[in-house]
């Protein structure tokens, strides 16, 4: 905090014919009986008409001063009230607290005397702690678009949004883009898409189903608008041209389900959408004192500790994805060095052959040549030589002809071989390819007669996994409807919140009860998915409330259709339907059952603290007036054993329990006056202390 004077200034006002009786002396008094070490030394200007200052004291120093001044205007009484701090001590946040529970105490001290409304002009306390959320929002916001950013780029590129999300954001990034690059002209050229969406929005974009067309050839978009064309020829309701529309959609897994299974739980989302309720509060300027400051803040925390595990999380998901990639990429690059090798090798070898083969040839060339030579010389007569040559000129004939016979058979051998082999490839890909070409044929053939006889009939008729699709985005809404109808209970704390998905005995939501420690999930107890035309399919959750299970059924029916040979056209058998709202009214009555068995204590005992059959049977309060020392609430101390037992709630003596929290506080009974007070060591009250000081 900076050191400049502060100032916490309310006003209340009063119609004229009103008397507005304040005893500022009582005033004062009583907030010195409820602050600790609070004082208020009168300065020696008193009237009202200017106004009543007192000094404010704490810890016998003086921090600031208290300003009362009654005025009217108009025919109406303004009291105004300014809390002035000055002193350098109390600036540096000593004393915040304290001048917390004064400015606390001076209107509940107005409330109590009648006054109705009660303004807030200023209040540098609240601005403190605005200014500290808004600081923390803003990192944590920006740090949720970066998870977002990093596990969809790794996964989908950095054309993931075009490509990925809902059309609607895409639209609005749009509209909204230009407006953004205009005021922010630094960052040109810098990707835009997250920063430019709404806090709510970064959870939307990840819950909604992605819809894109299931097919734009041009044979069935000229289909889709002949059959718009005699829909309106019939004069038929707009709801079945609404419904023909909406049909040439595919309903795409939402981006959370599709991309961030094994990095975070659905909890993400959820607290995300408690948080920017919290943020709103804050961006709007209302009024956050030190408890509320605590709780935001906390839950910013924890938000903050699920961002840096999700983070954590998709590193080593995409670190293995790169590891996996090199470590096929070496086996490829081995197996190229290991070919090259080899066939380095053979090269070799064939070479290595060749030149054995011409060294061989010249050997015996040259034998051959001697051989002659020695013939030639040893001859006596011209008769022998020609007769010798003759003979060797005729078996070298020999020779060459019987080694040409054997290479042209060689080669024919291998020839055919090679020409077989050929010929067994070809024919085995061109039957595998006329296969295919089969196939496809008959799957096309039969997935155009469906899309044409849906179309005409107006019925859907879903795969297996749109059927899934279908019933798990149903219950993921159903399940974060129940999420939220929990959070808004502040006994409860969320334990663990999942996406359905179809495994028996997966836990959708776990909480648990602050006070009581009771136990609320949400379990998938069964499913069953049929994709024949007219089939239903189930997934059945259950609610477990304690010791009690409830259930809820969601089904959904495929459609079904006939041709009718006497119009000529497709009808529909059967509607495809998602019964949404028998599933709703389950859920609702599984509501209304919770609050019978986890009520909401501390809203129950208020409404019997000090009840008139309490106070006539003489009974103890069944709340004390001090705020819990733990979590701050404001009468929220539970004192009395006969409550408690009927909430089925153990205790111990001389224990006071705070039913928004659950912390345990220990008490005491005033030695002098028996009243009951927080065990702070001390033996008397507050009130029997002033009274034997002043005696």
Known sequence: MDTMRRKIKFITIKNSSMQLEINYTDLVSSIEEEVSGIKFPMTDETNINKGIVYNVSLDEQIVGTLF???????????MEIIIDITSDQSLSGKYEKEIGDMKKSIKNYLIKKGIQKIFWLEDYQSEHYNQLLSNKFYLLENRFRNLINFVMINQKGSDWFINEAPYSFRRQHQNLSENYREQVTSFSGVDDTLYCMLTDDLVDILKKEPKKLKDSSPNKIEALLHTLMKQLDGKSKHDSIKRTILNQFDKNTPIFNEYFNGICDRIILNKW????????????????????FESFSSEIDDFDAIIDTSLKNAVEKFSNYIEAATTTEAATTTEAATTTEAATTTEAATTTEAATTTEAATTTEAATTTEAATTTEAATTTEAATTTEAATTTEAATTT???????????????????????????????????????????????LENYFATLEANVSVLSEDQIARELEDAVDLAVDDFYEFISDNNDFEIIENRSMSFEKERILLCAKQNITHKIIKVVVDDFQIDDTRGQSSKVVIRFVLEDESHFAELTYTNGDYEYNEYQGNYMPLIQDVLELSEFSKMIEDIKNTIIDVFPTLLEEARSENNSYFSIKEGEDSILLEDDCPECGEEECLCISKSFLNKAGIEHSENIALCLKCGQGIEYSHCLRCDSIMLDDGEELCEACQDFIENE
């Open 68 to 78: 009362f001044c009654e005025k009217k205007y108009n025919g109406y009484l303004n």
């Open 401 to 447: 002809e019987a080694a040409t016979a054997d290479e042209a058979a060689t080669t024919t051998e291998a020839a055919t071989t090679t020409e077989a082999a050929t010929t067994t490839e070809a024919a085995t890909a061109d039957e595998a390819e006329n296969e295919v070409d089969d196939i496809s044929y008959e799957e096309y053939e039969a997935e």
């Open 273 to 292: 959408g408690d948080l920017s309720k919290k943020r709103n509060h804050i961006a709007h300027n209302k009024l956050i004192d030190s408890e509320l």
